[in-house]
């Protein structure tokens, strides 16, 4: 099947001479929620930007749908909805018009009941006769999402939703978009939040100085997250590891003044006394115990580190 986006080896350099986006490949597929992980400045809105045809890119191919954003640019863009990461609304016009003008602008047909279902679908529809500057922050980004869905896209855009938004606001956006989502959408949203691409993603990229680092099934990540492992710090430093003790599925750490023992905290439960009573035969002293888990955090950071 086609995929809902295709990325091949896209570069983006500003007119600066910043290279923003480096040899991106990326498939988006379709039905799927597809979260953009990256500290700010990784180039998420760039990235999006170029799929959108809002900024153009410097090398590459994107294909929406199997249509290529340069030579079949209308039938591209009518597929995506964007949702801009800024709040930008006509203050003075009702909810109603402010929808019904971004349906027109993509040349569709007049359709009131299709309307009334996205704002429904938002919970905006008793406030359609309402001016935007009457609206409350949390309404005004679904607003943005319903005016973004006007043309009935396929394919929705959704820069940083949560930024600046406040905990209650946020679990209200996600809602939506799992609403969304289970009406067949696809979904990219991007993110420096990481429980947000934990939360709400089916996959995750993690996207840094203008390279996508990672891209890994959601549940995949989660299960490099029960990873936990035991230290073990030693009264006096090992130049080497002894074979029993490796045997025993230790690890020497840098130092050489502990032990790491790596286990699926999801799975087993580690024999701390048998590991303690091996590290005794083998006359290694032990000093302290503690056990770490790695977090998507970790990941997260060891690889932009990297
Ligand atoms: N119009 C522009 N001209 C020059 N550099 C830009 C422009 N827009 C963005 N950049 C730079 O490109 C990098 C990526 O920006 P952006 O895509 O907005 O990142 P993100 O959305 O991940 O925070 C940043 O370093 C930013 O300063
Ligand atoms: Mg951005």
């Known amino acids: 099947m086609t995929s809902a986006i295709s ?8 007119k600066t001479g910043f290279s923003a986006l480096k040899a991106i490949n990326l498939d988006i597929e379709n039905g799927e929620i597809f979260a953009l992980l990256g500290p700010n400045g990784a180039g998420k809105t760039t990235l999006i930007s170029l799929i959108c045809g ?13 249509h290529d954003i340069n030579s079949d640019y209308r039938a591209a863009r009518k597929l995506i909805g964007l949702v801009p990461q800024e709040l930008s609304l006509p203050i003075f016009e009702t909810v109603w018009s402010t929808v019904k003008f971004s349906r027109a602008l993509f040349g569709k047909p007049r ?18 006769d309402a001016k935007i500057n009457s609206l409350s922050g ?11 869905l006007a043309h009935e896209p396929s ?20 809602n939506v978009m799992r609403k969304l989502a289970e009406d067949g959408t696809t979904i990219i949203l991007t993110t420096h939040y990481i429980e947000e691409a934990e939360m709400m993603a089916d996959r995750v990229g993690v996207i840094n100085k203008g390279e ?3 891209v890994e099934d959601k549940k995949v990540l989660m299960e490099k997250l029960g990873q936990k492992q035991l230290i073990v710090s030693l009264e006096e430093p090992l130049d080497r590891l002894p074979t029993k003790i490796a045997k ?26 048998k590991l303690i009573t091996g590290l005794s035969a083998a006359q ?23």
């Open 155 to 174: 394919i929705l855009f959704l820069d940083e939703p949560s930024a600046g938004v406040d905990v209650e606001l946020r679990k209200d956006m996600w």
């Open 111 to 128: 359709d009131d009941a299709k309307l009334e279902a996205i704002l429904k679908q938002l919970s905006l529809f008793d406030k359609k």
């Open 248 to 273: 025993l599925g230790f690890n020497l750490m840098q130092s050489g003044k502990k032990l790491s023992y790596q286990y699926d905290s999801k799975k087993e439960k580690p024999d701390i006394a």
């Open 212 to 214: 996508i680092i990672l």
């Open 7 to 14: 990325i091949q080896n896209v570069s983006k350099t500003y």
């Open 138 to 148: 949390g309404m005004k980004r679904r607003v943005l999402i319903a005016k973004a």
């Open 54 to 66: 809002i900024v153009t890119k410097t090398s590459g191919s994107i294909k929406v749908a199997g």
């Open 284 to 306: 290694i002293a032990v000093a302290d115990l503690s056990t770490q888990q790695s977090s998507l955090e970790d990941i997260f950071l060891d690889l932009v580190k990297k």
